[in-house]
């Protein structure tokens, strides 16, 4: 495998990891009786937001699964820059 393969196969991982996520903090604030409209749970940050609301309301901790979310996004964009960069290269 070389570089362009690695790269599109990080992005996927990556894009993977983000969709897993971003389901599972939805699945996390519905059991829990958040309100959501279905209509911004896509929209990066929304669920993020309700979850901080919500583990401040709690007396919960909400930085660890922020910093994680946010590396997440980080890295979504580095990969597709990289790509690019990789991509844009002579064969």
């Not at 007396?59 to 890295?75: E, H, K, Q, T, V």
């Amino acid at each position: 495998m070389d570089a362009k393969n690695y790269s599109v196969l990080w992005l996927g991982c990556n894009i993977a990891l983000i969709l897993l996520s971003q389901y599972y903090l939805w699945q996390f604030l519905q059991v829990r009786g958040v309100h959501m409209t279905f209509f911004y749970i896509g929209t990066p940050g929304y669920l993020d937001r309700k979850y901080v609301r919500w583990c401040q309301a709690n007396g919960r901790r909400y930085l660890p699964m922020i910093i994680a979310r946010a590396i997440l996004f980080c890295s979504v964009i580095l990969t597709a820059f990289l790509l690019q960069i990789v991509l844009a290269k002579p064969s």
